[in-house]
């Protein structure tokens, strides 16, 4: 999901995570330096491991955590899967301990005995993950070995219940409760910009001409979630247009161009853009309560906002249509067929008025079943779609030749779809979509649809 | 421990963690008042629970969660008993599931098994717990319904089990990691120097003059935890003066009439408090992280600081010596037995030289005797003394006539003690002290003790 | 105009400026302790002040300036008084260059002729306090040394042309452009809030309690006016009450037992409060500039406030009256009269019921003349009216029994005023008052008149 | 001295004056437009100003300043021109007045009739001046438009009169007692570090990436001033890099893939760029300030270093050089001569080893006679020797092929100079420069020099 194509500074790698981690090492060597560690690192990463958990007290957690940190960073990929690999083997639940307490639970189920099965079942990962928390930078380092070991899932499997553990401990600790939102804009610091800049995933940002672009002026908003212990590291942020009605299309949002309006002119916001920022907390959920944070926060601002909808890409759309049988294409002849997945294949039918209105008499129809009707386990396919609509939007309208950039005529053959975030029908729409599968959309996305 | 003798602002009750659940009570009142909850709280509770459980999405998680809050702190201290006895006995983990695991386990031993046994071992107030965490001020009414729990706790001895999970959630939430350290002195604001006054539990600040000798002056320090999500809320805090020699009385501390000194003049700092200010958090251990971190801020900021001693209260001494035989006292006649018990139970004892001079013979090696041998599973009897030990502290120095305050003289006689923080023994001492048992003490404490 | 009667920390003096000068001095003197100024410290300061004015570079002027601060601090008063007559006969003009500029510009008057006149008119004690700023803190020591200048004029009356200088420097330095408004509440540091309880003048705060009710509760606002270069020591500060009706007298607002009301469901400010905080400024004004930016600040924050009002004191009231002829009184008989004057100088009329009826019939047509008519060179006699009503504020309503302190009843027979400030009237109320000497005010005021 | 070469971002101008004023613009345009003003804008321009002026109070000050600065921001260049004429022969000093108050003086020389003189003699723009400053932004907009008057200074000399008072008002306003030093670095806002970007004057930054370069790395430092009625606007700043030894070339100082040191192994602090940012504060001088400030902080912060010297451009040599008769070019025949003229005037004889060799022949013992004989008024030739040397500093090397860029072979044929601060001479060394002209060199700076 991270965009590297920034030119300004692109060469640069993403600096705070490693300079903390480069900070620790530092002071880690001057703590630590036992004769009791001398081995070499794999041994010492583990040895260190097994100390910080069985340590008693916590006397010296804090510059042993530091070290476990500090060598599992000086580790190659390869000794770092190895590592992996014996966290998984070694350091699951001590299984005699278990089947004693299942014992004890057969023999008298109590909530005693209950409690004991689920504290001896838990894997002694949980506790080592805790206890590496205690050194300075720690849930950097945590969130950045995820990240790592998300590399070796595919070919090492077995490593999921690892990846377990981490998913369990950051579900707890990046509740809610513990995000901060802020705005970002001109006055925040280059660090935590250069990080929006790199982790921008939808449209990417060129420069820092074209970040300005979008943060500085009046009609334009972007907020972050940050968690306090992740200074300077943004977890997700989105990018809004303020402006007069709904758009359409996202050049003009875009365009240096442009014209500016005062932010409390403005009737509509259009959220364009919405970015995870850290591979390693992939999985762990912030953009639906993003969302709805920066809805409120709007309304409070500009009270003259009346209507609040995304300019979403499509990004399942293409890959739907070319599986698709050339008979449910709605199109007359094998030819023709032929011939429409041919020039769709060719970026430059959209340069050709003619051609772009064949294709859209032909596409339109198809994404309307793509949103309305193709489902999997009762969800849409499209998994952008079933991001907003799970949070509670509806399906406003799809709009064509909406993104001409190459990316977008492969992944959607430029279409982009406008959900819209109505308040007061958050609820009932994500109540529906949960539990009835219901899809709630403008009648005009469905009138296209030929009759079935 | 919070102490409320303080006169200034006695009557004002804590405001803060009360002003966020008022505010909470207020916009949880617009936000979910449907016609689902309108029976009487205590069901309302309930159905407010088991929806926030069962909640395919995110969608309205932060409204219900909040509206759980705002009708738990409507309820009164009965109905909150009742509360928690229903989360007792109706949230725990599934045992129909639990009791599958446990045969798909026994049947095939696998990390997933494994996994499994522990996912559906875990008690469902684990995610309920989490979700509440969803809210507005969540974690602080968390806290505070911990405190709540552990006031009928003693009534109702099942409740350890929901407490555990508390506990278990906290551990997490508050790990040394996710703590900030802060110095607190006259440029602090009020709401925190106002709860800094309320949970001085050592040596109560009488007034704002008594806490502005101990914070503003150059040759004071005063430093506390604070955790991000409870803002103005100090979890735990220590006190320190700054001095040119070991001090071995309270009094002089204390003292408005003291002379003062430039800090950069002290070769001691003194830690002559250290108070925890969360009753909802005990348990949670805070003290020796911050004992170790306020040492490393010292020694940045003032290099010429050689020593780092506390001086300690002795709250368990007079408890041990009410119950030890007359014999174990080491007086020759019965009946001077007995006039050093009565003499010991009149406070005037210490007004009198010649009285001061014959306890001091009769105090000072049972209290070293105290100190050095007398053991509970290995661990020296006194609480304070297993604290700063554990931490990796040596005993200083048994300070005769150190407190002569109504409380210490019933507690401990009047003994104050000096342990020493030496930053490379540490971790030395506290290996003895959990592996060995041992006690490091100065050798001027046993000199007192009489052959054994 | 500062109060010292706070009870907590009155034996405390207030710490800041001498923290800043004792850092200074500190400082200082390892920095310039050359043989040059080893004299008697007023030789020293004389020398420092030539040298300091006679430095043509800028490199060692910033510890020359903290040198002169420093030794100038050390002084006693009788010395301190003699520096500033020393300032007065040595440090005006050169008056044979302004001569030689007088002649230049009789022999030809252009702009450059016009301006070496003012240029060698200038007193070079204004390039001095200038140069006095350079140093660290140095701002706070000139409003400090103003401050003991003033005490010397009195006696010294010829010292008003350097106290001419210091006010010319500090209209220029604290011009509206530069101060800072901010909000004073719980949350304000310690520091600060000790200043305010210092520094209110009207209505004492008795302890922290009092300050508390004033500034925490959601009814209640206080801002005051910063400096940058003064840290935590407020220019200035207001009070209010947020009601929902004009306060007629002062209990009710500072009243403990007082109901409290959402801040969003007041319709009146009720500005009860505003006093000056540093004696080294008096004289220049900021009084009207904060009370416009506070009611813009309100206005931003409570768009449902309606009404802006004062509740203040009339500080001239008695004096005017006592002076006032028996037989303006409006009293038929001498008896009467002089029953009336008796009776008036004994607080305790105002317990009894029937000498309330009286008295109030006599005074408040007394107090509408008194505010209505008498003037001095046009503007009203009483300071505060000629303050709201300078600024564009209305008179209201005069309030009888409005304050039954005995410092009230002394100066004003206990009456109070309401002054209205209705923004789009300000302007020209004020154009009113200051070129037509109108004073407008509402009806009711007039009507107790008797006929004129 | 603003250089405008910043790829990134070049079109966009500044912001943030323009912003300030065109917010201004918007709320001043709702305050004040009375009928009174309806004419063409210079009009209004005057008649406002002559309101300002004569305000009696202070009630409309604010919203008055506010529009003047408006108005004036809408004017063109040359109807800006006029204005500053305007304001040059109407609000000079009543002359009349001023007149008589030389008379009275003439009469009788009292502090009084003197302290006339110079009220009288004070050019009412002055007042003016000061009172725009009431607006919001008003320091802002003040410090543009002395900007916009130093533009028209040139064809109208006479407006000098003006620019005098827009200085002494500065002065006294940018005083260091109100400068605040801040440290520049990545965590700095974008929108100061664009003004950085924009007001580098020595050594142009090329984009972020060289700006990052310059300030994120751990021996390299940036520091600025500021002021606090000019948020995010630095006034100056300096650049320097920490090393191991004098940097005696500016290429590996910018160079992108130098080795980086860790700053506590530093011994050297190498200033090698200092920028003004204020084109309206010219001749309100800061870098003697800076520098000294900076070297404070630097000690402070990392003991070890030791050195303090420039790496600073020669900007007069060449132009010097050029004006140098032949025979005292030291070179032997006149053919010779003109050959190195012509050598020299084509930048590519620095590609050429032996021409390189000849040049420094020749130039080296020309460049010591520079520095250390020619002079004006007995300050030396070149303005950043003046700057340097004047601050104490002393002559520590002249660096050969320093800086092989076109512009800087152009002006000083490549070579650079180390100047020198050493703590404890700064004094002295300054003392020589001002009171006996001389320049404090290192023997080897001279040891080049033919024998004279």
């Avoid at 010492?44 to 510059?63: H, I, P, T, Y």
């Avoid at 500085?216 to 300077?232: G, K, M, T, V």
């Amino acid at each position: 999901m991270v965009s590297s194509k920034f030119n300004g500074i692109s060469n640069l790698s993403n600096p705070s995570i490693k300079d903390i981690l480069s900070t620790l090492a530092e002071r880690g060597r001057s703590l630590l330096d036992l004769d009791r560690y001398s081995g070499d690192p794999e041994k010492n990463l583990r040895l260190l491991c097994d100390d910080l958990l069985s340590m008693a007290g916590e006397a010296s957690g804090v510059a042993m955590a530091q070290q476990v940190i500090v060598v599992y960073q000086s580790l190659g990929d390869e000794q770092k899967g190895k590592f992996f690999q014996w966290m998984q083997s070694e350091y699951g639940p001590d299984e005699d301990r278990l089947n004693a307490a299942i014992a004890a639970y057969e023999d008298n189920a109590s909530d005693q005995t209950l409690n004991n099965i689920n504290r001896e079942s838990e894997p002694r990962r949980h506790e080592l993950l805790r206890r590496l928390n205690l050194a300075p930078g720690g849930t950097a380092a945590l969130v950045s070995m995820r990240a790592d070991l998300l590399k070796h899932l595919k070919s090492h499997p077995q490593l999921s219940i690892v990846d377990n553990d981490f998913q369990h401990l950051f579900s707890s600790w990046f509740n809610r409760g513990f995000l901060v939102i802020k705005r970002i804009d001109w006055h925040t610091s280059a660090a935590v910009l250069e990080k929006i800049t790199q982790y921008e995933a939808v449209h990417a940002i060129r420069d820092w001409r074209d970040l300005r672009g979008r943060i500085e002026p009046s009609d334009r908003r972007c907020y972050a979630f940050f968690h306090p212990a992740l200074e300077d590291e943004p977890l997700i942020f989105v990018e809004i247009a303020l402006t007069r009605e709904t758009t359409r299309a996202i050049a003009p949002v875009l365009s240096e161009s442009r014209d500016y309006i005062d932010a409390r002119d403005a009737t509509t916001a259009v959220f364009y853009s919405i970015s995870n920022c850290q591979p390693g907390l992939k999985g762990i959920s912030f953009g639906s309560f993003l969302i709805k944070q920066v809805l409120e926060n709007l309304k409070g601002d500009l009270p003259d906002l009346k209507n609040f909808v995304t300019l979403s890409p499509v990004p399942g759309f293409m890959k739907w249509l070319n599986a698709l049988p050339d008979q449910e294409l709605g199109i007359d002849t094998q030819e023709k067929c032929e011939m429409f997945r041919s020039g769709l294949s060719n970026p430059d039918w959209c340069q050709d008025a003619e051609k772009v209105e064949d294709m859209e008499q032909i596409i339109r129809p198809l994404a309307a079943r793509y949103f309305l009707y193709e489902k999997k386990k009762g969800k849409p396919l499209d998994p952008v779609a079933r991001f907003h609509l799970g949070n509670g939007a509806s399906l406003e309208r799809i709009n064509w030749l909406a993104d001409m950039s190459e990316n977008a005529l492969k992944q959607s053959a430029g279409i982009m779809v406008n959900y819209r975030y109505i308040p007061k029908d958050i609820e009932k729409n994500h109540e529906l979509y949960v539990t009835r599968d219901e899809v709630v959309a403008a009648n005009r996305v469905g009138r296209v649809l030929k009759k079935r």
